[in-house]
C-alpha cells in the first residue's frame, strides 16, 4: 500500500475526487495519509478532517524565500514516508530539492491540454481567461510528473473538454475540473501506486 499526501492550496475539488475514489475502492493500493495546506483556512482542510485524514498547515507566508519554504515542505514530506505527492491545486512553486527527494513520485494536475496555457502565471482561473482570449474550441486537464521545469514534466494523462459559446472563466473551468481533472487525476494516482508509469527518454509510458 503506498502513502499518499496531497499538497493544496484551495478549495479541494481535486481533493475531494481523490477521496472519493479511494473510498469507492478505485485507488487499491494507495491511501492518503497527509493533506498539507500551504495557508491556513482553505476548505481543503475541511475535507480532510471531515475524512480523518491527518493534515497539516506550513504557510508559504512564513517563510522567507522558495528554498527554505521547499526543505519545510520536503521534511514533511519524508517524515511522513509518502511514496506519491499529488499537487492538487498546490499553487506554490517549489524548487529542485523536492523534485530530487521524489523523483518522479510527484504529480501535478493542470486545468489545460499542456503545452497550452502552462508555465510561470497560468493557474486557477487564469488559464481559463487565456484559453477564452485565444478562442480555443478545446481546451481539458493534464496529468503530468512535477520536474524542476513548471509545468514542464512527462505528461502522463489528459483530457479534452469541449469549450461552449458564451463560456466565461468560471463555467470553463467548472466543465474541465468535472469532465477531466476528477476523472484522470485519481485515475493517474491509480496508475502510479500500482507502478504503472514509467519515464523514458522524458516520456511518460502508462502501461495498461
Ligand atoms: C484546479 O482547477 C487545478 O487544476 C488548478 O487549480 C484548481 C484547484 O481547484 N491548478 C492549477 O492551476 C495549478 N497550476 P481545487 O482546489 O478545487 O482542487
Not at 466565461?168 to 508509469?197: F, G, H, N, S, Y
Request: hydrophobic share 40%; with cysteine.
Amino acid at each position: 500500500m503506498k502513502n499518499i499526501a496531497v499538497l493544496v492550496s484551495g478549495g479541494g475539488t481535486n481533493l475531494q475526487a481523490l477521496i472519493d475514489a479511494e473510498h469507492d475502492g478505485k485507488i487499491p493500493n494507495g491511501k492518503i495519509s497527509l493533506v498539507i495546506a500551504s495557508k491556513d483556512g482553505v476548505y481543503a482542510l475541511e475535507r480532510a478532517k471531515t475524512n480523518n485524514i491527518p493534515s497539516m498547515v506550513i504557510p508559504r507566508k512564513e517563510y522567507a524565500d522558495v528554498a527554505s519554504y521547499t526543505r519545510a515542505v520536503t521534511d514533511a514530506l519524508i517524515e511522513a514516508k509518502a511514496d506519491i505527492v499529488v499537487y492538487a491545486g498546490f499553487m506554490t512553486i517549489l524548487d529542485s530539492h523536492i523534485t530530487e527527494a521524489f523523483p518522479y513520485k510527484m504529480v501535478n494536475v493542470h486545468p489545460a491540454l499542456i503545452p497550452s496555457f502552462c508555465g510561470k502565471g497560468y493557474y486557477g482561473l487564469h488559464v481559463h481567461e487565456e484559453a477564452l482570449k485565444r478562442g480555443v474550441k478545446l481546451s481539458g486537464a493534464t496529468v503530468h510528473f512535477v520536474t524542476e521545469e513548471c509545468d514542464g514534466g512527462p505528461i502522463i494523462l489528459q483530457k479534452a473538454v469541449e469549450v461552449k459559446n458564451g463560456d466565461t472563466p468560471e463555467t470553463l473551468q467548472k466543465r474541465i475540473m468535472e469532465q477531466a481533472e476528477w476523472k484522470i487525476l485519481p485515475e493517474a494516482v491509480r496508475l502510479l501506486c500500482e507502478d504503472k508509469v514509467t519515464v523514458k527518454d522524458g516520456i511518460a509510458v502508462v502501461e495498461e
